[in-house]
């Protein structure tokens, strides 16, 4: 049974949104992304609108089962976090409205989650993410990619780790699915 999950990585000036299917055995099929854009020179309440119009439109047309969102993190510029944090709160609100449960990843987990290190640069996800997906081209600009990056890694948390890849794949698990399990317990750890 495929499992959808929408990701979702929230900002102001872009907003990554995608779409993606997994299956028992995490194999991991893109089924929509892209990013709504809103300007700088336009007030908060506009921007925020934007996002809120998109998000529904995205919820509405591709129902996910869940709904995935990068964790807000205190960095240096905190007028950049707190636009981020209020683009996340938009998008919270319209999967409560639905029902969908959402999940919160840092960057570091999306990381180690999709390439097995948690100190990956964006260009190892966006490269790790193309391959899972089986794309041709990278998705682009990065907020697409991350996006895509947070559906696939919470699918893939939420099979329960190396127990449920196993079980998926029959009793046996194979490589990748070993050292993904093994990057996930050493990000857990940190």
Excluded at 105 to 130: C, F, I, L, S, Y
């Amino acid at each position: 049974m495929t499992f959808r999950v929408m990701g979702v990585d929230p900002g102001l000036t872009r907003c990554g949104l995608a779409v993606v299917d997994i299956e028992p055995n995490r194999r991991s099929t893109l089924v929509a992304v892209g990013v709504v854009g809103t300007e700088a020179g336009r007030g908060l309440d506009e921007r925020l609108l934007v996002i809120s119009e998109a998000v529904d439109s995205w919820l509405d047309l591709h129902r996910p089962q869940a709904l995935a969102v990068e964790r807000v993190f205190s960095g240096t510029n905190i007028s950049t976090v707190m636009g981020t944090a209020q683009a996340s709160g938009v998008v919270i609100v319209a999967a409560a409205r639905r029902g969908i449960p959402v999940a919160l990843h840092t960057p570091t987990e999306v990381k180690a989650a999709v390439t097995g290190n948690g100190q990956a640069d964006k260009v190892a996800v966006t490269k790790m993410v193309t391959k899972i997906l089986r794309l041709d081209t990278a998705p682009r600009p990065a907020d697409a990619a991350d996006a895509l990056a947070l559906a696939i890694t919470h699918a893939w948390r939420r099979g329960v780790g190396l127990q449920g890849a196993a079980a998926a794949a029959g009793g046996s698990v194979t490589p990748a699915q070993r050292i993904w399990a093994e990057a996930e317990a050493r990000a857990r750890r940190r």
